[in-house]
């Protein structure tokens, strides 16, 4: 196994001298998120609860020549959330790009969902996303500007089975409208969000049910909008929300039924998938011997499968094998 790097289809040092904290960085799209900064020039921060996997994130992108720290964060604590920011400030001196990435959620049909229950997703989704905005509006982009990106979920027909969560992200939506209003003209501050449909992640570890049917979407894609909402190329974009689910929630059933109506069998859009490929006899080379190798996904097995897949569709391969190219 070998090192293998992110290859964005950014312009390299799009976020030189940027400093970017990425909340829930460790796993999933924050972690790819992370890299794809990291691999365009930005000091990246991740910061999430489970301190081993920010760990893990932050060597990989160091050792492929990255600047990442990490830092422990429990997004529903105000209190926690102003100290992030503030060492980081303290630090390096600027905050320009906060994404607000962490989040999610337990299924549970309306009915049996306890105000507890409803209470948690909220605080963890809605309230956590509020005080990192706040943290970064008080401490720097108040007087100094910036982007900021709440990754949310898909809910435009609302959550069958997720109502808690539903509701959160639609208040996330409405938040970064309203906050794009107040904190634009006069602060400097983008904010935006972006809402994914199914995508191949860690998150879905969760969601053992699940039947990856359909074209689900991958890290780098959620990653992708992301980083262009928090670039300069998107400087007159400013309180959108920006799907990125392959259209799959304009249809009927959305993501989430037990069937999509979006092109069940096959799938011809071609997924953007930013790892590089892992050379072949890697890992003895001499400049990549005791590195570990960078896990491409970290997934359910039906997830993994589905993405080899994908993979063999972006390199211009035969995915199912046999010569055609849909998926
Ligand atoms: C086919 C379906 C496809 C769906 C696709 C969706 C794609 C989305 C993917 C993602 O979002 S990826 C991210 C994946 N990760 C997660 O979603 C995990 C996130 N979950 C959490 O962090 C926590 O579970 C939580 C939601 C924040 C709750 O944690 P908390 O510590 O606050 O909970 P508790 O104090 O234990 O309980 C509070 C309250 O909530 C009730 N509850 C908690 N878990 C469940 C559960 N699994 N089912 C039902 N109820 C639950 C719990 O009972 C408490 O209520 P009361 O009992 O006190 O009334
Ligand atoms: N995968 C999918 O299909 C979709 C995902 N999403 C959303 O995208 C985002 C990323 O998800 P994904 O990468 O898939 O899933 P992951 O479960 O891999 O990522 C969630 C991250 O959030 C962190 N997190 C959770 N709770 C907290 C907290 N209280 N404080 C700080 N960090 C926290 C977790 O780290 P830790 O546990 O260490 O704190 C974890 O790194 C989430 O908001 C998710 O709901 C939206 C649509 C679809």
């Known amino acids: 196994m070998s090192m293998i790097g992110y290859n964005s289809v950014f312009k390299k040092d799009l976020f030189k001298d940027q400093v970017i904290l990425v909340t829930g960085g460790g796993t999933g799209i924050g972690r790819c998120t992370a890299h794809e900064l990291a691999s365009l020039g930005a000091t990246?921060?991740?910061a999430a609860r489970k301190i081993d996997q920010l760990i893990n994130t932050a060597r990989e992108i160091e050792?492929?020549?990255?600047?990442?720290?990490?830092m422990a964060l429990n997004i529903r604590d105000p209190k926690q959330a102003?100290?992030?920011?503030?060492?980081i400030v303290a630090k390096h001196g600027k905050l320009t790009g906060l994404v607000n990435n962490a989040g999610g959620q337990f299924?549970?049909?309306?009915?049996?969902?306890?105000?507890?229950?409803?209470?948690?997703?909220?605080?963890?989704?809605?309230?956590?996303?509020f005080n990192l905005c706040k943290a970064a509006f008080d401490t720097y982009m108040g007087e100094h500007g910036g982007s900021?990106?709440?990754?949310?979920?898909?809910?435009r027909n609302g959550i069958p089975g997720m109502l808690h969560s539903g509701a959160a992200r639609a208040g996330v939506i409405n938040m970064t409208k309203t906050l794009a209003i107040e904190w634009g003209p006069f602060n400097g501050i983008r904010i935006n969000c972006v809402s994914p449909g199914m995508m191949m992640t860690s998150g879905l570890?969760?969601?053992?049910?699940?039947?990856?049917?359909?074209?689900?979407?991958?890290?780098?894609?959620?990653?992708?909008?992301v980083v262009f909402l928090l670039s300069p190329a998107a400087s007159y974009i400013t309180g959108i929300n920006l799907p990125v689910d392959g259209a799959s929630s304009l249809t009927c059933a959305g993501t989430y039924g037990t069937e999509t109506l979006f092109n069940p069998k096959t799938s011809l859009m071609k997924p953007y998938i930013g790892w590089l490929q892992q050379q072949e006899g890697g890992g003895e080379e001499e400049e990549t011997?005791?590195?570990p190798a960078v896990k491409e996904l970290d997934a359910p097995e039906p997830i993994i499968h589905l993405y080899e897949r994908y993979k063999g569709f972006?390199?211009?391969g035969s995915a199912n094998g046999g010569g055609g190219s849909k998926l």
């Open 289 to 291: 011997k005791g590195q």
């Open 82 to 87: 102003v100290e992030v920011v503030q060492a």
């Open 205 to 225: 570890k969760t969601y053992p049910e699940h039947n990856p049917s359909s074209r689900m979407g991958t890290e780098s894609e959620a990653a992708a909008a």
């Open 148 to 155: 900021i990106v709440n990754v949310t979920l898909d809910c």
């Open 63 to 70: 050792l492929l020549g990255g600047k990442c720290e990490t």
């Open 314 to 316: 972006v390199n211009g």
């Open 107 to 129: 299924r549970s049909p309306a009915s049996k969902l306890s105000p507890n229950g409803f209470a948690a997703v909220v605080n963890l989704n809605l309230m956590g996303t």
């Open 44 to 46: 990246v921060i991740i």
